[in-house]
Nanobody, 129 residues
Framework: QVQLVESGGGLVQTGGSLRLSCAAS????????MGWFRQAPGKERVFVAA????????YYADSVKGRFAISRDDAKNTVYLQMNSLKPEDTAVYYC??????????????????????WGQGTQVTVSS
């Protein structure tokens, strides 16, 4: 099993930046891909960004493309989400997730929350207008 701990959330003004971190521990060698999802109050959890373990390919939701960047530091078992040009609609709890089962190729499954089997506790991001 993989344990995930997010950090880096907070309150920022419109146009500002934040960097979220997700530190993984446990059976990290079994991770096929990592993703970031977010959930706003009263809404469902939605895909934000993902990165493949094997080839480092990255994937983004249209709403964050060009503003957010996902990256990884394998030596630290950490995945980052750099968020720039933040907007009030980016306000949400952000969750880090790991796919350790590869039931479906990551290139196909990266945006599906149910494909991820390990989740962090979430970190709040609030963007004020």
């Amino acid at each position: 099993q993989v344990q995930l701990v997010e950090s880096g959330g907070g309150l920022v003004q419109t146009g500002g930046s934040l960097r979220l971190s997700c530190a993984a521990s446990g059976r990290t060698f079994s991770v096929y891909g990592m993703g970031w999802f977010r959930q706003a109050p009263g809404k469902e959890r939605v895909f934000v960004a993902a990165i493949s373990r094997s080839d480092g390919n990255t994937y983004y939701a249209d709403s964050v493309k060009g503003r957010f960047a996902i990256s990884r530091d394998d030596a630290k078992n950490t995945v980052y989400l750099q968020m720039n040009s933040l907007k009030p609609e980016d306000t949400a709890v952000y969750y880090c997730a790991a796919d350790t089962t590869l039931g479906t190729p990551f290139v196909v499954s990266y945006y599906r929350a149910y494909e991820y089997d390990s989740w962090g506790q979430g970190t709040q991001v609030t963007v004020s207008s």
